[in-house]
């Protein structure tokens, strides 16, 4: 793993609140924000492994970067991180904006264009999972309703008033304000809670993207640590068997 990992997701902490604070922004009534009377938060329960990450890479890529960045995450991470090949980076990830391999994920909205549909532009989300949680990720995108009222047509239980739409819809299928169908979506609504948790999982990533390497480190310190436990043990009955 390339210590450079280490710098970024020390350099990543430091843009948590400014994250947040895009977010609350991105709101088109930020007195609606982040309601606290909102909605119990649920728990994604899931495998957390590179093929689940890369499962939400790309309903990601698919869905949500056409407006959200990631820019402290560069294409080239996924191959040194998760395995994909550079070649299913470029195929599945990789928005036709002239991007590098070496590039950060960024949007290819034009921020004048995003302040004129939006108001602000859309958040990077880099930072998103430790800000508010994954509980609380899984949950907004699980909360959408339709809403005529709104700009977008859409509104959310978790995040009043907030100016994205439901991009996730022609999976998930359509509900209203008290959560009856309107219209249903491609997936079942088991594989679309499966779908949903894979983006989770992704965000939580490219947050801390060190982890899939510790939790694969792990269990060989914790067994280093073991051993030199009992050699440390043996050495000490050895140095004190004649001290009474």
């Not at 402290?72 to 550079?86: I, P, Q, V």
Request: net charge positive; glycine share 8%; with cysteine.
């Amino acid at each position: 793993m390339p210590t450079e990992f280490g710098q970024r997701g020390g350099v990543m902490k430091k843009y948590v609140v400014w994250a947040g604070m895009a977010l609350g922004l991105f709101a088109g009534s930020a007195s609606g924000a982040f309601a606290d009377g909102g909605p119990q938060l649920l728990t994604p329960h899931y495998t957390y492994n590179a093929k689940t990450i890369i499962s939400g890479a790309r309903l990601f890529a698919t869905n949500c970067m056409a407006c959200h960045s990631i820019k402290f995450m560069r294409y080239e991470f996924l191959t040194h991180d998760l395995g994909m090949s550079r070649a299913d980076v470029q195929k599945q990830i990789m928005l036709p904006t002239g991007s590098t391999f070496k590039d950060n994920m960024i949007s290819a909205m034009p921020t004048q264009m995003a302040h004129k549909w939006f108001g602000l532009p859309p958040p990077d989300l880099s930072q998103m999972v430790r800000y508010k949680g994954q509980d609380w990720i899984y949950t907004y995108l699980l909360s959408f309703y339709q809403d005529p009222k709104r700009p977008s047509g859409w509104n959310n239980h978790v995040f009043p008033n907030v100016a994205m739409p439901d991009v996730l819809a022609p999976y998930g299928g359509i509900v209203n304000e008290q959560g009856k169908l309107l219209r249903a979506g491609d997936e079942s609504p088991q594989k679309f809670k499966e779908q949903v948790t894979d983006i989770v999982a992704f965000l939580r990533f490219v947050s801390d993207p060190s982890v899939v390497q510790r939790h694969d480190d792990g269990p060989w310190v914790l067994g280093l640590l073991a051993f030199f436990t009992i050699a440390a043990y043996f050495l000490k009955k050895e140095y004190w068997k004649d001290v009474k």
